[in-house]
């Protein structure tokens, strides 16, 4: 590949991602086929696929809308009760090698977003790879098992999906045949975009990208396939000036650059550069892989030079506290269920985020589609990365829990917009933590190994209450009564910690004994639950409290939102307090009608009313 070519393909990606968004957005190449859309299909209720060879590459019965779960609309399918091993099939065709440009010598590679939860390929009878975990990617090389005597070829999939193993990190996917309370349809198999790309043998597998504001340098670690003796390029750029460039040799398959950037040492301009809501600039980045003066591979990528940290109380945003107004999402769609209905269905949700007057959203127990956060990182809006819990504690639940934690760390921890860290959630899955020294010893071990894989952000050891080792103290309160709540949180600073060391709201230990309390800030990170439907709702509709119309609906937000915001850190010049909430929730979801959007993502009230009461400027 010629150096010039190398520049044209990496600036024509540059340019298309500006209004799309690919479905790994921080490693970008030229070559890039979705082959999403329909493919064969079988549920095997039975599990006799194995025995009688489906992998072999037989028709299946059904036809499938693939990224759909199968239990969804959408996919049309529609089959929403137990079915824990399904199949897909799909042909490749020489012409769609073509089309990302597959040549011999070159590696064709098959990419999936999340198989949910243990998925096997095979292309033309060959097995070529295997994945356990349902909320992460993975990619298989197909290239040996292509048999270029064909003009096309077949994909086989199989994923074992069980139901009723707690032991599954499953996040809201009910195990009970039918939706209940606070949990939802299941999700089997494929439910995110299956791509394909073609690279050279020696190429780039991942980045990672970190920033020293205090040095003004970037860091970049580079994971390699095949480098042997390779020459690897970095270069960044911020609206076409160069800002830093860099190379090393390497003949490993890992290397790590730290790169000064120009004017990033002046301490009266360095924050021009910074991302933050309201200026969320972003930096492009070229990565390429050189072997004897060719190179061999080349993708864009981009970052974003920002810190996160806490201190006195305080969450700091590039060493200045911010205050978070977010919104829980449960990332949940009626016709499509954890699969966004289109990829513009993500940039739409985090547009809404926004306009609703949230600075950042808590995606809730799952491991939302990368391109989501790409759109987090555009428009400036921060976001809480939460693992998907069991709901059993045994040997198995912590190997698949750190197994797919640590993956989904590793997948998001360079975009900016994600700024803490939620591996456990209410104490589900170590429901006896507090009288459990193996339980508390696993929550223990989750936080210290989510700051070895990345030691740049806060980590919230286990949202709600029960809280081990934690840099940030939160708390779940449904009080439906405003005056209460000001009881609670608007008050002196004394007060706020004297509360946070006893029992919270929930009846449970906000701390647990052994803790200390060294100033972290202290957040409501759940709240509100208001449920209003202006429509017909099903029998077993439900809400945290329940307003009787719209009047009364805004009158129960304004109240529990203002008691809340009173005690919030800079409001109205409050010094000290809450350094930031989370509003349950953002959509109707299901059963759950205590959205401020319905299912179909309309306002319940005029978005200038709830932005309004949101931010805090609506009239007393």
């Not at 990619?139 to 994923?159: E, G, K, M, N, Q």
């Not at 819990?389 to 639940?397: C, L, V």
């Not at 209460?484 to 929930?506: H, M």
Request: proline share 5%; net charge negative; with cysteine.
């Amino acid at each position: 590949m010629a150096k010039h070519d190398t520049d044209r393909a990496i600036d024509a990606v540059r340019a298309s991602r500006l209004e799309t968004a690919r479905p790994r957005p921080q490693l970008v190449r030229d070559s890039y086929l979705e082959i999403d859309g329909e493919w064969g299909f079988a549920h095997d209720d039975a599990d006799q696929g194995l025995r009688e060879r489906w992998f072999d590459g037989r028709q299946l019965p059904d036809r499938i809308r693939v990224p759909f779960p199968p239990e969804s609309p959408a996919s049309g399918i529609g089959a929403t009760g137990f079915h824990p091993v399904v199949w897909y099939r799909r042909d490749l065709t020489g012409a769609e090698l073509d089309e990302i440009g597959h040549h011999d010598g070159a590696r064709a590679i098959l990419h999936f977003g999340a198989v949910d939860y243990r998925a096997t390929v095979w292309v033309d009878g060959q097995a070529v790879g295997a994945h356990e975990g349902g909320h992460t990617p993975f990619a298989v090389d197909i290239t040996d098992a292509l048999d270029p005597a064909s003009a096309s070829h077949v994909i086989v999939v199989r994923a074992e999906d069980d139901p009723h193993d707690l032991a599954q990190p499953r996040g809201k996917q009910d195990w009970e045949e039918h939706p209940h309370t606070i949990w939802y349809h299941r999700t089997t198999g494929i439910w995110q975009t299956v791509w394909l790309e073609s690279v050279s043998p020696q190429h780039v597998t991942g980045v990672n990208w970190t920033s020293d504001l205090s040095a003004g340098t970037v860091t970049v670690d580079v994971a390699l396939k095949s480098a042997g003796d390779s020459v690897v390029r970095v270069r960044i750029a911020h609206e076409g000036r160069e800002l830093a460039s860099a190379s090393v040799r390497v003949t490993g398959e890992a290397t790590a650059l730290t790169l000064p950037l120009t004017g990033q040492t002046n301490g009266q301009g360095y924050e021009q550069l910074l991302w933050r809501p309201g200026q969320p600039t972003l930096l492009d980045a070229w990565v390429t892989v050189e072997q004897e003066g060719a190179v061999t591979d080349a993708a864009a990528s981009y970052l974003g030079l920002r810190s996160v940290s806490w201190s006195d109380g305080a969450l700091l945003l590039n060493d200045r506290p911010i205050t978070l107004r977010s919104v829980l999402s449960q990332g949940y769609w009626p016709e499509s269920h954890l699969t966004a209905p289109t990829p513009e269905a993500l940039r739409r949700e985090a547009e809404l985020i926004a306009e609703l007057g949230f600075n950042a959203v808590r995606v809730h127990q799952k491991v939302e589609d990368e391109r989501f956060l790409y759109w987090a990182d555009r428009l400036g809006l921060l976001v809480w990365g939460e693992m998907a819990a069991t709901y059993t504690f045994s040997p198995r639940s912590v190997q698949r829990t750190t197994a797919e934690w640590t993956e989904a760390v590793l997948r998001d921890r360079a975009h900016p917009s994600v700024i803490t860290w939620v591996p456990l959630n209410e104490s589900w899955g170590v429901q006896h933590i507090a009288s459990r020294a193996d339980q508390r010893a696993f929550a223990e071990g989750l936080y210290q190994l989510t700051k070895a894989l990345d030691p740049t952000r806060p980590v919230i050891s286990n949202d709600g209450w029960e809280l081990g080792t934690s840099d940030l103290w939160t708390l779940h309160d449904y009080e439906a009564d405003g005056r209460v709540l000001a009881e609670r949180y608007d008050v002196d600073e004394a007060a706020l910690r004297a509360y946070i060391s006893g029992i919270g709201p929930a009846g449970r230990q906000v701390r647990l004994p052994g803790t200390t309390d060294e100033g972290q800030p202290v957040l409501l990170t759940e709240f509100g639950g208001v449920k209003w439907a202006a429509d017909a709702s099903p029998d077993d509709s439900w809400g945290y409290s329940e307003a009787a119309g719209a009047e009364d609906y805004t009158r129960m937000i304004a109240a529990i939102l203002g008691a809340v915001q009173s005690g919030t850190r800079g409001h109205r010049g409050r010094a000290r307090g809450l350094s930031g909430w989370c509003w349950t929730q953002l959509t109707d979801t299901m059963q759950e009608r205590n959205g401020l959007l319905t299912e179909m993502r309309e306002p319940k009230l005029p978005i200038e009313t709830l932005r309004a009461l949101i931010q805090g400027s609506a009239p007393a």
